[in-house]
């Protein structure tokens, strides 16, 4: 079924800041339905990275034109290129990017899972490894562990959280409590 995705005609293009496919990747996707088409996709990244490759063409184009010819027009719509490469980067080194659809829809994808499940040497005995630094555990629970750790020191501290707005209605509070914003 991936080879259905691997068509030439289907793509990916730039509409603002966002990556949405294009009209035949879009009638694709209606038809494979959106859990289908992300299922294959995230097991075939290299789909992927055709289609964010093209764009990356088209970036190097744009710069060419912008730069050498003096096109208003591809200068004018550099930024939004530069705006892709950055997430272009970052799907490269294995970040999460956003592929948008309509009635406010999307497919997130990453080149790499935030961990993988390898067979050791032994059949049936399981190795969980850390993609990020690449650490081996026996056990699933031993890996989720250890990510609950890793990611200790990212979560909000205490007082953080105190004082952090959350609703709407927590920001009426705190103007109200401040009446130097009367």
């Not at 995230?42 to 063409?57: R, Y």
Request: charged share 25%; glycine share 6%; with cysteine.
């Amino acid at each position: 079924m991936s080879t259905a995705f691997e068509d030439g005609r289907l793509g990916l293009v730039l509409k603002g800041y966002d990556l949405v496919p294009n009209a035949a990747l879009e009638t694709m996707i209606a038809v494979y339905t959106l859990e289908v088409a992300q299922t294959i996709l995230d097991e075939h990244p290299k789909i992927v990275d055709i289609w964010l490759e093209k764009i990356h063409k088209e970036y190097l184009e744009k710069m060419r034109s912008c730069e050498f010819e003096q096109d208003p027009v591809a200068c004018f719509n550099v930024s939004l290129y530069e705006e892709f490469e950055k997430h272009f980067k970052s799907w490269q080194d294995g970040g999460i990017i956003a592929i948008h659809l309509p009635r406010n829809r999307t497919i997130r994808l990453s080149k790499k899972p935030l961990f993988s499940v390898q067979m050791g040497g032994n059949p049936g005995v399981d190795r969980h490894v850390c993609e990020k630094c690449l650490a081996v555990f026996a056990g699933l629970d031993e890996l989720e562990k250890h990510y609950q750790e890793e990611h200790a020191a990212t979560a909000p501290t205490e007082k953080a959280k105190r004082y952090a707005i959350k609703t709407e209605s927590d920001i009426d509070g705190y103007y109200a409590q401040n009446p130097m914003w009367w």
